[in-house]
């Protein structure tokens, strides 16, 4: 089902083949194709007509972070669409071969910029792995609850953006709300509310403040008693049911075919989930369930974010109860950079500091796949190194890049005008981790 | 023929001279082994002092020094074995033990071989509070080039090696013993040999630093560009330190035949000539106004007409070259002043002899006289002396001068001699006395923007390459001589530097 370009002088229009005929919601579609000698007396056939094109975005209140996605209509149906993405590709990988490893770090928050933790740590992962070093085992246990936070927020914009766009402003404020409440947790831990920096190759850049796990906790608090308000809202709301339930279907195979990872592929029924079926860091003691979902559609979506989030605090509070103590970050001049304290009182902290600064840490040339479970699939960085201090190849497997995909082919054509937005929301589109 | 002896270093066989000691040896396996040093320079008598790169010897009870030690034929040896390793670790570290904490102020960072030689070798933590270190005396001037700072120093005694074997003269030593050691001059004395800044080339570390440059760049933002020195007609080759139009420094290329691994004082300090009021724009004078910035193409049209003005009669154009001109600039000179300008007054311009030596130095301070004289003279034109020239211009008999490039001693004399001339055209590269007093000027390249070939005192030519390109409207002369030429009616068709090469090493054609 290969999507035809849309043709503007198209004069006929031609049956949709998609499996999804919009039947069910009772409209009776394209009309019939293909018939090339029309009888024009015959009253009961449909007058000749073309397709009409709508095009939404690429600055547009529901298209996040800028996508273009022009659709082809009959009547309310979308017979053809055609998404277009780029338009926030700034090109980290190219500007990433050009600044020394540790400063990529910056530029990784920037991708998905909804959850800059998961992409800090993702990076610090891959090198980390290129180096095959381990780092200290608090440097882990914060990694993952730092994630498990991040994951939070990215799902609350997810579910918010979804619920605001489906007219329902106050589970947006709702959401949001709660992520500002996250934001203050993660400014205390990283300094930022968005632009953490938080990663180092050798682990984390500094340790949890005091009193910062009772605070998680209160928060949290906080965070879910506002979800549960949302969910009371709309998880059993009629118009919201008839909005998102049924809508933008897609099979297991479908799924997996096009290499859609994370909630969406969850939502369809398959029980991956990179912590479960690949642990990394401490997620092999983690206590926690991977919600899946059956039909596929925009609803399971929902429900398998929702869920998600509750499962992410139960991980945060097993990571609190069990974190042990010790550095949070690696001590190895060969990529590390020394504690300032070494740096002003000893030659050979500030000759380790310059060369690092100076020339980058050189990192043995090789090449990686390193992989972890971003809050919409699996988020990989695939690393080439050539030796020196700066990267020659640095590869983002985007995971909403996958999902973009099946758009044309399976999830727009045959949904109707008004789907597009559940669908789009479900998708859960970052513009900054999709186009780099 | 008997095999070349061999031993094997790290598992790879390597050829080795009779008497060659194995860190020599290394150098040249494949793949290049390196071994870390300090006090070994090729060059230099062996020290074997700083312990930096002791190897392991199959058989041999102790590590050994690399630099010291002989090769022998089936010698088996490890450099980077776990003793060797660790050997390397402690001996870096006792090196450091009284560092000071110097990295930001000290010129050598970023070519300092104790920063790079710790990310390679050591990567250890120091076990010295720096309040334990010992504290000797800093930024002593040893002569008017050389600063010393003996808490850096680590005594590997390259510099008092240099000084007594290649300089000649035994200015430098280390005083007093232990903890107290430190290079010094001999007392009332001070390091004023004129190749004292080869020490600070030699100096593995920030301890020996030049006056010259101190804090003036950090040399991980200069770029480096190889070319010849233009102090003499030694022709030494060099490395050309630049950042953004502007030389920083000169440093010792090395070429094993005509200056090995070293510089004069007087060649390096060359450098800030190329700095000098360089021109970017045409200037041009009315009457006896002041030179005044113009268009280039204005300049060009005006040079035109005043040397067309002259042409009718014969002989009416006198012509100069400076000796710093390369034998491509020097062609189309040639070619302009015999076919399109017919002058018969031919000179070359130049800076007076000065010292010789027996190391490096050369009398004849202009870095190509052998290779403008072969030029011209395979052209067929007669060089008149610049006194010659002078005269004939005073006595009214050339109404029109063209002179070429700026270095020399007599651009003076000869500005104010063709002050008074109306068609008195000038092609350099600096806002010199003939700047000032040309009708015309057009900006060309200082030598360090020049690409093109000198030819040294002792017939080897050797190649310019620019360290930056010209700003503003300034440009090769070979390209305004041949655009005037063209614009006289000669059109000698030769876009670069490559294309006059290939003239000049065709055998030239007849005189015409």
Known sequence: MTPAVLNKEDATVTHSTNAHAPEAHGHQGALASGDEARDLTDLAADLPSRLMEVNIGPSHPAMHGTVRIKVALDGESIVRSTTEVGFLHRGFEKECESVHWAQCMPYTDRLNYVSPLLNNFGF????????????????????????ELSRIIDH??????????????????????????????????????VTCNYARIGGVAQDLPDGFAERTRAVLVKVFALIDDCDKLLTRNRIFIDRTNGVGKMTAEQAIAYGITGPFLR????????????????????????????????????????????????????????????????????????????????????MNHFKLIIEGAQIPAGEIYSYSE?????????????????????????????????????????????DVVPIFGSINMIGGECDR | MAPAPTLTIDGKPVEFAPGEVIISAASRAAGKIEIPHYCWHKRLSIAANCRMCLVEVEK????????????????????????????????????????????????????????????????????VRPEGKVRKSKRTPLGPYVMYDAERCILCTRCVRFMDEVAGERQLGVYAR???????????????????????????????TSQVFRFKQRVWNLKRTPSLCGGCARGCNIWVDAREGMVYRLLPRENEAVNKSWLCDEGRLTYARANDSRLSRALMRTASGPAEPCLASTAQKRATELFESLLAEKGRIGAALSLHATNEQAYVFGRIVRDALHAEAVAVLDYPNGTADRLLRVADKNPNRAGVQSVLGSLGIKIVSSEALVQRIESGELR??????????????????????????????????????????????????????????????????????????ARPAEEWLQELGAALGLSLGLPNVSAIRAVLERPQPEAR
């Open chain 1, 124 to 147: 610090a992962q891959a090198v980390e792995k290129l180096l095959e070093v381990e780092i200290p085992i608090r440097a882990q246990y914060i990694r993952v609850l730092a994630s």
């Open chain 1, 156 to 193: 609350l914009v997810a579910c918010a953006a979804m619920a605001m766009e489906l007219g329902g402003f106050t589970p947006f404020l709702y959401f949001v709300e709660g992520r500002e409440f996250m934001f203050d947790l993660i400014e205390e831990l990283t300094g930022a509310r």
């Open chain 1, 267 to 350: 939502s369809t029924g398959v029980a991956h989930d990179l912590r479960k079926a690949h642990p990394y860091y401490v997620y092999d003691r983690m206590d926690f369930e991977v919600p899946v979902g059956s039909n596929g559609d925009c609803y399971d979506r929902w429900l398998v974010r929702m869920e998600e989030m509750h499962q992410s605090r139960r991980i945060v509070e097993q990571a609190f109860a069990e974190i042990p103590g010790g550095p949070v970050l690696l001590h190895d001049p060969r990529f590390v950079l020394p504690p300032k304290s070494e740096v002003t009182t000893s030659i050979e902290g500030l």
């Open chain 1, 374 to 418: 971003a809050a919409n699939g699996e988020l990989g960085f695939f690393i080439v190194s050539d030796g020196t201090g700066k990267p020659y190849k640095c590869r983002v497997r985007s995971p909403c890049f996958s999902t973009m995909q099946a758009i044309d082919d399976v999830l727009f054509p045959g949904a109707m005008l008004s």
């Open chain 2, 60 to 127: 041999a009870p102790k590590l050994v020094p690399a630099c010291q030690t002989e090769c022998k034929e089936g010698m088996v040896v490890f450099t980077k074995s776990d003793k060797v390793k660790a050997a390397q670790r402690s001996i870096h570290e006792l090196l450091l033990v009284n560092h000071p904490i110097d990295c930001p102020i000290c010129d050598q960072a970023g070519e300092c071989k104790l920063q790079d030689n710790y990310m390679l070798f050591q990567l250890g933590q120091s076990r």
């Open chain 2, 178 to 208: 232990g903890d107290r050691a430190h290079i010094g001059t001999f007392p009332g004395a001070e390091l004023n040999h004129p190749y004292s800044l080869n020490v600070v080339d030699v100096c593995p570390v920030g301890a020996l």
């Open chain 2, 400 to 473: 029109g001068l063209l002179v070429v490039g700026h270095e020399t001693s007599e651009a003076g004399r000869v500005a104010s001699a063709a002050a008074a001339m109306l068609a008195f055209v000038h092609i350099g590269a600096a806002r010199s006395a003939l700047a000032e007093r040309a009708s015309v000027t057009l900006p060309s390249l200082a030598w360090v923007q020049s690409e093109g070939t000198w030819v040294n005192a002792d017939g080897v030519t050797q190649s310019l390459s620019p360290a930056f390109a010209p700003s503003g409207e």
